[in-house]
C-alpha cells in the first residue's frame, strides 16, 4: 500500500470521529433543549430522618446525580447540618450546598389552593387593613365596614365596648398578627378570626395583670403607645407619661390622637396650629383625658406596658435627632431646652 493511500485513510478515518463527535454533541445539546424547563419537587422529610435516608428520597426524586455523592458531601462538612422535617421544596439544578442550605430551613405549612396568607402589621389602624385586604381581593370594603360597625360577635368584650361618638367600632380589638384567608371566608369571618386571636392573646394578659383601668381604655392607651413609642424599650415610658397626665388632670396633647381623624392619604406629618385647634373627640390638644377610642390596633408589647407602665416622674418627650427613640423630661423647662438643643443640633 502506498504512503499515499495510508494517508488518505487516516485523513478518512479522523473526518468520520470528528462527524460522529459533531453528531454528539449536536444530539445531547438538542436533548436537553427538548426537556424543558427544570421542575421543582417536594420533598418530605419525616420526624428523625439521617442523612442517609434523606439522600435516598433524593436520589429517588432524581434531585441528586446519586444518593452515595450527596452523603459524601454532607459527611465532609466541618458541622453536621440539622435538617428539619416537613416539605422542602427543591430541584435538580441545586447544588449539594443549596439543597443542605434549603433542607435546614423550617418549611412554611402548604397553603390549600386558593388560601392567602395576610400580615397585619402592629399599629395598623382600621382603614390600612380594610385596604390591604381590599388589595388582596378578599373583601369588599362597604360589607367589611359594615361588619366591623353593626356585626353581631359572640365575645364580651366587644359587646362591652362604647360605641357612641367612635369612628369606628372595632378600632384596637383586630389583632395584628398573620393569618390564613381561605377562599370560602366571608368578610365577618375574616373580623371573627381576628377578634378570636384578640379573646385569646389579650384577654388572659388583661385578666392576670390587675388593673385599675377598663379593657377599653388600656386599648385606648397601648394605641396611643404604639404610635407614639419608637422602640419597645420606651413602650412602658410612654405608658407612664400617659398615666402621669391624665393623673394629674393634664391634656394629653399627642399628635397621634389628632391625626387619627384626618384621612390617611392626607395626613401631614407636622401639625399646623389650625390642624391642632380642630374640635374632635380625638383632639387631646383640646380635651383632657384619654381619646374617645383606640387609634390603632396596638400588639402584645403595647398593650402590656398599657397594663404595667413604667413608674416615674416624666410628664414631657421629644423625639431624638436620629429619630431612634424620645428624650423624656420632668419639666417644661427642660422640655423646652431639649427642644432648643435639637434645633442647634439640626443648624
Known amino acids: 500500500m502506498s504512503k499515499r493511500r495510508v494517508s488518505n485513510n487516516i485523513k478518512f478515518v479522523v473526518?468520520?470521529?470528528?462527524?460522529?463527535?459533531?453528531?454528539a454533541v449536536v444530539f445531547f445539546t438538542c436533548s436537553g433543549c427538548e426537556r424543558g424547563p427544570?421542575?421543582?419537587?417536594?420533598?418530605?422529610?419525616?420526624?428523625?430522618?439521617?442523612v442517609i435516608q434523606i439522600a435516598e428520597l433524593l436520589d429517588e426524586a432524581n434531585v441528586v446525580p446519586s444518593a452515595r455523592n450527596f452523603r459524601r458531601y454532607v459527611n465532609d462538612l466541618d458541622q453536621v447540618p440539622l435538617f428539619q422535617m416537613g416539605n422542602h421544596t427543591v430541584n435538580s439544578s441545586m447544588s449539594n450546598a443549596e439543597l443542605v442550605e434549603v433542607l435546614q430551613r423550617i418549611p412554611q405549612p402548604a397553603?390549600?389552593?386558593?388560601?392567602?396568607r395576610v400580615t397585619i402589621p402592629e399599629g395598623f389602624e382600621l382603614r390600612e387593613i380594610v385596604e390591604r385586604l381590599y388589595a388582596l381581593n378578599l373583601i369588599d370594603r362597604d360589607v367589611f365596614m359594615n361588619e366591623v360597625n353593626n356585626g353581631?360577635?359572640?365575645?364580651a368584650f366587644v359587646r362591652a365596648i362604647p360605641a357612641q361618638g367612635r369612628v369606628n367600632r372595632l378600632e384596637g380589638y383586630l389583632?395584628?398578627?398573620?393569618y390564613d384567608i381561605l377562599p370560602t371566608d366571608t368578610e365577618w369571618d375574616i373580623i371573627n378570626r381576628m377578634l378570636q386571636a384578640f379573646n385569646n392573646r389579650v384577654i388572659p394578659i388583661y385578666n392576670e395583670i390587675n388593673s385599675a383601668q377598663t379593657l377599653d381604655e388600656i386599648i385606648i392607651i397601648a394605641s396611643i403607645v404604639e404610635?407614639?413609642?419608637?422602640?419597645d424599650g420606651e413602650r412602658p415610658t410612654v405608658s407612664g407619661i400617659i398615666y402621669n397626665r391624665t393623673r394629674d388632670g393634664w391634656l394629653l396633647e399627642f399628635c397621634s390622637t389628632v391625626k387619627y381623624t384626618f384621612d390617611l392619604g392626607t395626613r401631614p406629618a407636622i401639625l399646623s396650629n389650625a390642624q391642632v385647634r380642630v374640635d374632635t373627640p380625638y383632639n387631646t390638644y383640646m380635651h383632657p383625658g384619654l381619646p374617645i377610642g383606640?387609634?390603632?390596633n396596638p400588639g402584645?408589647?403595647?398593650?402590656r406596658a398599657a397594663l404595667e407602665p413604667q413608674s416615674h416622674d416624666y410628664f414631657f418627650m421629644s423625639a431624638t435627632i436620629a429619630g431612634d427613640g424620645h428624650i423624656f423630661s420632668r419639666t417644661l423647662a427642660e422640655h423646652h431646652a431639649a427642644a432648643r438643643e435639637r434645633e442647634r443640633a439640626t443648624r
Not at 15 to 23: D, E, M, R
Not at 38 to 50: H, S
Open 300 to 303: 402584645l408589647a403595647s398593650i
Open 152 to 155: 353581631e360577635f359572640d365575645f
Open 15 to 23: 473526518f468520520l470521529l470528528v462527524i460522529a463527535i459533531i453528531g
Open 227 to 231: 404610635k407614639e413609642a419608637v422602640n
Open 175 to 178: 389583632f395584628p398578627a398573620t
Open 38 to 50: 427544570i421542575e421543582d419537587v417536594v420533598i418530605t422529610i419525616p420526624a428523625g430522618a439521617g
Open 111 to 116: 397553603l390549600p389552593d386558593g388560601t392567602v
Open 294 to 296: 383606640p387609634i390603632a
